[in-house]
């Protein structure tokens, strides 16, 4: 099949960011087609925008700890795992999942005020333009301190609110077909997007966003889990209006975009019990919305029908050759001696950096260290660890001992390939939508994806995959560089540009995500 005849296809030509003007000082953003000149942030009408968090009026809250004992595995180590290491001897509890929902999405002291006045709180984990548009369900088995229901985590109160009472995750067996790890975990964690939540801000283009957010929110999830000592594994194969209808969710304005099975200990789910509505009413999120199809369109057209669409799916496992360097190997030099900070530590010291010290460049260590940690994937039951689906090109300006330039990373050889040496903190800002800080930081990240083989092979939901990937990594590296004194924050970009920049190595790739790390610039 054609790559254009794919929704996909559709759908990432047009969300693409390019330069609305190239007037000196104009720095707004297009979208789509630029003959057309639009831009690309809506917001238009601050009376619409909407509440983030989703609130369930009539269940009562059932209170979780806000007390987190430290596990003391290195916060390096957790988010380097992959989630097949651990055990799992101990069943998850309670205390577990307010683990999972405060330091994943749970709500900070710090605030900010926005242009109709109200106060926000930032979360644990970061979103794109702060629009707060995920939520975390849990379906559990019985639990030493918790009976077996369909809970949602409450970000603004920090509680859970039951609304299934009884283990159904037979549900989630079926709708995934018959996955093991779901079969065997007392505990599957379901994340949605609400997607108006974040197209208020960001139109068309915050479908891609669903999935940049759920990245970073799993690499935190994934992490506190590897801190537990839980497996996990993460589900991308399912069966959406089945896991949808579990939920009480509609499927369009709010969908599940992302599984964990957690822990291995779970009982035999009993027999898949009739499924009445979840009659329970939420919250408005605001007084009216603007429907975006082109999200519709994309996520229904990547949705499965049934859990044999999911098992077909993802057999056979599809492990993306992994391109042969034409140029210099520079081999990775990462360190064992980690920080000892925890993981809890380092999500609440979590921010974004947007300042850097230009003056001096990183330690070599510590940028072979977040590569080589950030990189090693996860147990999933596509994504295979150590053969990622997207490449990472990387723009180094200030490395000991690594020439400024374009690299590629190899994994597999634990190595870097020199692509093109010179200094380019000018056409970095300018490609990350002329934002100074890409110029600025000591590294730039770009993942992209060859969407035509993705695309044969996944179909439109090898987009999902492609969005997911590279954020995921991201997410991991980002809470590595605050273990090695460093910063980072994540970035957008003009999609052409940017191939055109890593051309003609990138020739026929598309952008996916970025993110840029290194050295904070002290306070003045």
């Known amino acids: 099949m054609a790559d254009d005849t794919y929704q996909a296809r559709v759908f990432h030509d047009l969300t693409k960011y390019y330069a609305l003007s190239d007037a000196e000082g104009d720095e707004r953003i297009g979208i789509g087609d630029p003959a057309t000149r639009t831009a690309a942030i809506w917001q238009k009408d601050w009376d619409i925008k909407p509440f983030l968090y989703k609130v369930y009026e009539t269940a009562p809250p059932i209170a979780l700890t806000r007390e987190l004992p430290e596990t003391g595995i290195p916060a390096l180590e957790a988010l380097s795992r992959t989630g097949a290491e651990a055990a799992g001897a101990t069943p998850p509890g309670r205390d577990l999942l307010a683990r999972l929902g405060l330091l994943t999405n749970g709500s900070l002291e710090r605030t900010w005020r926005t242009q109709d006045g109200r106060v926000h709180h930032y979360r644990t984990a970061g979103g794109t333009g702060a629009q707060y548009h995920l939520e975390l369900y849990f379906v559990c088995a019985d639990l030493p301190d918790l009976d077996a229901g369909v809970y949602h985590y409450s970000a603004l109160d920090h509680s859970l609110r039951l609304l299934r009472a009884g283990d159904h995750r037979a549900a989630l067996v079926e709708a995934t077909g018959e996955a093991p790890s779901v079969a065997a975990a007392p505990v599957v964690l379901v994340m949605t997007s609400t997607f108006w939540r974040n197209a208020w801000r960001y139109r068309e283009r915050a479908y891609r966003h669903a999935y940049w957010d759920a990245g970073t929110s799993l690499s935190h999830i994934l992490a506190i889990a590897a801190s537990a000592d839980q497996p996990t594994e993460l589900v991308l194969g399912y069966a959406d209006g089945q896991v949808n209808d579990l939920l009480g969710v509609d499927g369009t304005r709010e969908s599940a975009v992302a599984l964990v099975a957690i822990g291995r200990t779970g009982p035999t789910p009993p027999a898949l019990p009739a499924l009445d509505p979840v009659e329970l009413p939420?919250?408005?999120?605001?007084?009216?919305?603007?429907?975006?199809?082109?999200?519709?369109?994309?996520?229904?057209?990547?949705?499965?029908?049934?859990?044999?669409?999911?098992?077909?799916?993802?057999?056979?496992?599809?492990?993306?050759?992994?391109?042969?360097?034409?140029?210099?190997?520079?081999?990775?030099?990462?360190?064992?001696?980690?920080?000892?900070?925890?993981?809890?530590?380092?999500?609440?010291?979590?921010?974004?950096?947007?300042?850097?010290?230009?003056?001096?460049?990183?330690?070599?260590?510590?940028?072979?260290?977040?590569?080589?940690?950030?990189?090693?994937?996860?147990?999933?039951?596509?994504?295979?660890?150590?053969?990622?689906?997207?490449?990472?090109?990387?723009?180094?300006?200030?490395?000991?001992?690594?020439?400024?330039?374009?690299?590629?990373?190899?994994?597999?050889?634990?190595?870097?390939?020199?692509?093109?040496?010179?200094?380019?903190?000018?056409?970095?800002?300018?490609?990350?939508?002329?934002?100074?800080?890409?110029?600025?930081?000591?590294?730039?990240?770009?993942?992209?994806?060859h969407l035509p083989s993705l695309l044969t092979r996944y179909g439109d939901r090898g987009y999902r995959l492609a969005q997911l990937e590279g954020a995921l990594h991201a997410g991991k590296l980002h809470l590595g560089t605050h273990t090695m004194g460093l910063g980072a924050v994540g970035s957008t970009s003009y999609d052409d540009e940017v191939i055109e920049f890593f051309s003609p190595h990138a020739a026929g790739k598309d952008y996916m995500f970025v993110t840029v790390f290194g050295k904070r610039r002290p306070r003045r």
Do not use: K
């Not at 042969?324 to 900070?341: A, C, K, N």
């Open 282 to 449: 939420t919250r408005r999120l605001s007084p009216a919305e603007v429907v975006f199809h082109a999200i519709t369109d994309m996520h229904l057209a990547s949705c499965l029908r049934t859990g044999e669409d999911a098992a077909a799916w993802r057999s056979p496992r599809w492990r993306r050759p992994a391109p042969e360097p034409t140029g210099e190997l520079v081999e990775l030099r990462p360190t064992e001696q980690l920080d000892p900070r925890v993981v809890e530590q380092i999500i609440l010291r979590r921010r974004s950096t947007r300042n850097y010290d230009t003056d001096v460049a990183i330690p070599f260590e510590a940028f072979s260290t977040l590569l080589h940690r950030s990189t090693r994937g996860v147990a999933s039951d596509v994504l295979t660890p150590g053969a990622p689906l997207t490449d990472l090109y990387l723009i180094v300006h200030a490395v000991e001992g690594l020439a400024p330039g374009i690299y590629l990373h190899h994994p597999a050889r634990n190595a870097v390939e020199l692509l093109r040496e010179g200094s380019f903190r000018a056409q970095a800002a300018r490609i990350a939508a002329q934002q100074r800080y890409a110029g600025d930081a000591h590294v730039n990240l770009y993942h992209l994806a």
